[in-house]
C-alpha cells in the first residue's frame, strides 16, 4: 500500500507505526513545514531508517488535476503542501494502486472523501461526510 504523509505525522505525534510491507511518501512541501527542532528529527530518523520512506512530489499534470479539484469545490484553503498530497493521491488511484493519506487537515479530508481516497487523521478522528462550499469558476 502506498501511505501518503502530512508534516503533522511528524509534529503532531510522538511515533508513527511504519511497516515494511507498506511504502511511504511525503511531498517536499511537507517535508518544509517540518521545521521544530524534535519534530524535524523525528522526520529525519525516519527517513534513515525505513528504506521504503521517501520525499516524492507529484507531477505537474497531478498537481494541476488537484489545484482543478479543490476549486470545483469551492475549497481555497488549501496550502501548496495539501494540494501536493492531493495530488500524490490522485496518481496513486490513477495508478490503481491501494492508498492512504495521513492527515488532520480537514480540507483535505474533504476533497479525500469527496474522491473516496481513504484517509486517517493523525491526532483528530477526521471528518464523517464530505462537504461541498460551491463551485468556484
Given amino acids: 500500500m ?8 511528524f509534529i503532531n505525534a510522538d511515533s ?5 510491507k507498506n511504502e511511504y511518501v511525503m ?12 519534530a524535524k528529527m523525528r522526520l529525519e530518523t525516519a527517513l534513515a531508517q ?8 507529484p507531477c505537474m499534470a497531478s498537481l ?10 469551492g475549497d481555497e484553503r488549501l496550502s501548496y ?13 490513477d495508478r490503481k494502486e491501494s492508498v492512504r493519506v495521513y492527515t488532520d487537515d480537514y480540507s483535505l479530508q474533504n476533497l ?4 473516496k481516497i481513504p484517509f486517517s487523521g493523525i491526532q ?8 461541498s462550499f460551491g463551485t468556484k469558476r
Avoid at 508513527?16 to 515494511?20: A, I, M, S
Avoid at 494541476?64 to 469545490?73: D, L
Avoid at 479525500?112 to 474522491?115: A, G, V
Fill in 112 to 115: 479525500l472523501k469527496w474522491k
Fill in 81 to 93: 503542501a495539501d494540494e501536493q498530497i492531493l495530488a500524490l493521491a490522485l496518481e496513486s488511484v
Fill in 50 to 57: 525505513h528504506p521504503h520512506f521517501t520525499i516524492t512530489d
Fill in 27 to 38: 511531498p517536499s512541501a511537507c517535508e518544509a513545514e517540518v521545521r521544530e527542532k524534535v
Fill in 64 to 73: 494541476q488535476s488537484a489545484q482543478r479539484i479543490a476549486r470545483e469545490h
Fill in 124 to 131: 483528530q478522528k477526521g471528518i464523517r461526510n464530505a462537504k
Fill in 16 to 20: 508513527f507505526p511504519f511497516l515494511e
Fill in 2 to 9: 502506498k501511505v501518503i504523509l502530512d508534516s503533522a505525522v
